[in-house]
């Protein structure tokens, strides 16, 4: 018998999940937190774009973590560490870290411990929106083709605005930094034992449109334009990389004092590091015609179509790269800046519950009417990802009576959070991208069945739950399995090692058609707010909503 | 030594107040609660637009809190109930009871005790929005002059549509109403022993525009206008009444029960009821060219104009009478749907916090700094009574992120409140009546600095506080003072028994600039979402407001 490891990192934590190779079984798993800032991300509290976190943290929990899920594992006759044959692991991103000449984070290195832009600027972090507007602008003008596959918008979530916004703000942090390596290539690198940022083998998943890397043009932007922006940022470019892998390719292998810290044999495989959703969606069944969302914090949705199709530039989409799900797909991933969070938002933050609140408003939720409670709201709290790709937007809440619950609230935002996935559904599906089945990961999706069902009535498609409830670990344990040569492909590895749930929810139809009328309200919001509609007729939206509340109390 | 009684009628619960008539001094006063329903507000909870109380609660609650404010007035050395020489009442209204022939509220027999069309039907209840509706479109197309004097909007809160509801919906009950009495006419009519609905003195500051009364067409609507609404309602009329008195009038002599029961001298003068707000007016010092506020659960502000002078009807402004509120000026009165009722509904409705946390909030939010949440609401939880005059508006809550807290959303609610404020100051001044001077009367005014400074900051006013904090009580008791000849006019009574409170807000430069660019964004939405502008560019707004923040917090 042999076995994988999926290390997954994800905004608050880390998890690492031992596979068996041949049936996927999951024999060990184990999370552990980031010790440092509020759950892990460090805050600002004066300016509520700053998110950031402490790569020191990442090393730490990974050996915790890592021990973890092999001292259980130890527990299922037949595993032994030594028959791990290959790890994979996927990361938040795109999540930049500074690291010196010889790979280490300067995060870590006591001079730069306290400085905020030192430090690992996490997917959230939109503290760069100025350099975002300001890159888009630029290639709108003089490189059209960099930002036509990533919805004519690049996002202040990405590499180069963060870059370019840390050189902006504090020339010492940047000046400090040798080179920038992203959260999903430094994990497998520090692994292997790279000492030299050159040395990075670096994956296609978070280089596409994240850092603007496409074979098409020669790699990363060209300097001419990089100097548009700052020459500073042109010379950056010689010490970044030349070369992205899907995930065919190997990042290294496990150095010495690595496996001796983690107790696992030295010179095994390491994956190519990817985008936690990316291998989420390897671990959920991605194929042509499925659609993988993986509901956490945020959401991403995932979908893949065969490099020998056309796919045509998707606007509002914000990524379609080569590779980056599946080796000889094209990756397409659209999302939502924020869910989980909304709902974290609106139940911790404001509400002031603690988490076993969600349980008890669970049936209560699940029971009311659609558009009973006269509520619409946006699920911009943290900005629009997909389609607006607009970070300054915010969120909105609309018909609040005097009688209006918390778990109204609670429940408009979570129609919200289902009519923006609605938003993207159907814009990929107007593009050519045909969703045929939707499988949903993460552990919202597992937990909330009544979450479950509004997103099948709103959408008017089945749901089905991935069958892991650590679908990204397991992709990456996918993606190490065939790396080590246990599968012969990503499809027959799939089929070997992944599945989905019995339990299905199916699209009710009374709730459908009032939901058809809220997602137009919705979408009038959306369009009149985001920017769509110039000049948008807001005169019959409250009361168009107490006619549904009324359609519905009678 | 002469005293007066005045009694306040509000949403929740009734006050008496013992007052000197030489110099208005307080000596005791007295809140009782109403027994039934919510905090005394009968609801439905399938319809939140419902909100009906018991009369047989208005009777209970009277006789303890008169005999509670005797008792602590007899403290006082030098009083005696048998100075009491008057009594004056005011209530919230347009609030219609159905009566039976003997002026009995139909309500309080047993036969229709459970029935909430047989009670009395509170002003902010909105059930018959439909007919409010119908009766503003067939009185634009047959009866301008109806109701070009309220802001060419008849209001679901006043006397016809809510009879034409009841008749509408619960034939029953309507049919056992031998008439209909406003609240603030039918208290002195029962402290006067007035047995037949006919013989009600009613007042004009009910009976103006919220029953379509003035002498210039006659009184009440003709016959053949009611009988486009239905036949049942021009018959009604007759039950009704021809005419309508100001505060120079009186409502009767108090009768021996209620004497007995209240241990008052039997026959001493009861004034004309009238809006808890006009005689609220009175006891803050209404003056012309003085603004007074009255915030409570709602909010109404009133200012008078001399009778010899012109008043141009106001759009949107619900209500201008003559005599309605100082006999020979007219009445303008405007409003606020929601004001207190908004506070309370977030902190305790919605955030499950108890009565206690508003002080704890109160240094929080003055600490704050205007627009540096990011945040801008509409205070239309219960719809729009000035200005768009429509019920069927909800609130909104824009800006909000994954950071927003609990205060930063009370504070934002408060200055939607404060916008309201502002947007209805400002369109009385463009008809044409001055504002020179703000007093604020009500719990609110008095136990909220951080409210007031904000109100004054947005509105960029000078805000004064009335001296009392029974305003509503004590302009009842000026009013019965006059009445019993101990002040020769209301304008010498005023300068004799009402003040106002040394400490004044005055408006901060720095806030007014800022409050100037949120109240622009206010009125963006306001109309956008009102019906006012239906070509609305809202693609600014959310950034607008993120600028406004970053601005506020470097």
């Not at 390596?181 to 050159?198: F, H, Q, R, Y």
Request: proline fraction near 5%; include cysteine; aromatic fraction near 8%.
């Amino acid at each position: 018998m042999k076995f994988s490891l999926g290390i997954d990192y994800g905004t608050n934590s880390v998890r690492a999940l031992i596979v068996r190779c041949s049936d996927g079984a999951e024999l060990g798993s184990c999370t552990v937190g980031y010790p440092s800032g509020k759950e892990g991300v460090l805050l600002d509290p004066k300016d509520p774009h700053l998110a950031r976190q402490h790569p020191g943290d990442y090393l730490k929990s990974l050996e915790k973590c890592v021990v973890g899920a092999l001292a259980e594992a130890a527990k299922t006759r037949g595993f032994r560490a030594e028959a791990v044959v290959g790890i994979g692991v996927d990361t938040t991103g795109s999540s930049p870290i500074p690291v010196d000449a010889s790979n280490r984070a300067i995060g870590m290195l006591p001079k730069w411990r306290k400085n905020l832009n030192a430090q690992c600027w996490l997917w959230k972090d939109h503290t760069s929106w100025r350099e975002a507007a300001r890159i888009t602008e630029l290639a709108a003008q003089h490189r059209p083709h960099f930002i036509a596959k990533c919805g004519n918008t690049y996002s202040s979530e990405w590499f180069w605005s963060k870059i370019w916004h840390c050189l902006k703000t504090d020339r010492a942090a940047f000046g400090a930094a040798h080179s920038w390596v992203e959260l999903s290539d430094w994990i497998p690198s520090v692994l292997a034992g790279v000492g030299d940022p050159a040395d990075v083998r670096r994956g296609i998943c978070a280089a596409g449109h994240k850092a603007l890397f496409c074979d098409e043009w020669g790699g990363l932007p060209d300097k001419e334009f990089l100097a548009m922006l700052d020459p500073k940022l042109a010379a950056l470019r010689d010490r970044l990389y030349a070369d992205a892998h899907d995930a065919n390719g190997s990042a290294g292998a496990l150095c010495p004092a690595w496996a001796k810290r983690l107790g696992l044999p030295t010179g095994i495989p390491i994956a190519i590091g990817e985008m936690d959703v990316h291998y989420g969606a390897l671990g959920s069944g991605i194929a042509e015609g499925t659609l993988v969302k993986v509901i956490g914090t945020s959401t991403c949705d995932c979908a893949v179509v065969p490099v020998t199709k056309n796919v045509a530039d998707i606007p509002g989409i914000c990524g379609i790269v080569k590779g980056a799900i599946l080796p000889g797909f094209y990756g397409i991933e659209a999302g939502q800046s924020a869910v989980g969070d909304i709902f974290k938002w609106w139940i911790e933050t404001v509400c002031g519950g603690d988490a076993g609140v969600y349980g008890r408003l669970e049936k209560e939720v699940a029971a009311e009417l659609p558009g009973r409670s006269g509520l619409l709201a946006l699920d911009w709290n943290n900005g629009n990802r997909t389609i607006l790709v607009n970070p300054m937007l915010t969120g909105l809440v609309l018909g609040t009576t005097l009688q209006t619950t918390r778990a109204e609230i609670y429940r408009a935002l979570i129609e919200a959070t289902a009519f923006g996935a609605r938003a993207i559904i159907e814009r990929i599906e107007e593009y050519g991208v045909p969703v045929k089945r939707v499988v949903c990961a993460g552990g919202i999706a597992e937990k909330s069945p009544m979450l479950m069902q509004i997103y099948a009535d709103v959408t008017g498609r089945t749901m089905q739950v991935a069958g892991s409830s650590q679908a990204c670990a397991l992709g990456a344990a996918v993606s190490a399995s065939v790396l080590a040569g246990e599968h012969r492909d990503f499809p027959s590895a799939q089929r070997a090692m992944t599945s989905v749930k019995p339990l299905q929810y199916r699209p009710r139809p009374a709730a459908r058609k009032t939901y058809d009328k809220l997602y137009a309200l919705y979408m009038t919001l959306h369009d009149a707010f985001g920017g769509v509609n110039k000049a948008a007729d807001l005169s019959g939206t409250m009361r168009d909503l107490i006619e549904i509340r009324q359609s519905q109390t009678r």
